[in-house]
């Protein structure tokens, strides 16, 4: 899974009640794992709105597969 544009495979998604608050994940193994401070704080679906950590892509979590 990588970003469609730059190919980073680091990203993150916006906590829903704070905007500020960001859960980052890699999927450098083909699944999204969050760093071990996120671990168990949000869950992912298929339309999850997720930001690339390098460039300024964002979209949903199908469109990296």
């Known amino acids: 899974m990588k970003c469609p544009v730059c190919k980073c495979q680091r990203f993150y998604v916006k906590d829903a ?6 859960y980052c ?9 969050f760093d071990e401070e996120v671990s ?5 679906e298929e339309d999850t709105d997720v930001f690339c ?6 979209g949903a979590l199908d469109n990296l597969k």
């Open 53 to 58: 950590d390098r460039c300024s892509w964002h």
């Open 40 to 44: 168990g704080q949000c869950d992912l």
């Open 25 to 33: 994940f890699d999927c450098s193994t083909g699944e999204p794992i």
């Open 17 to 22: 009640e704070d905007e500020f608050e960001v």
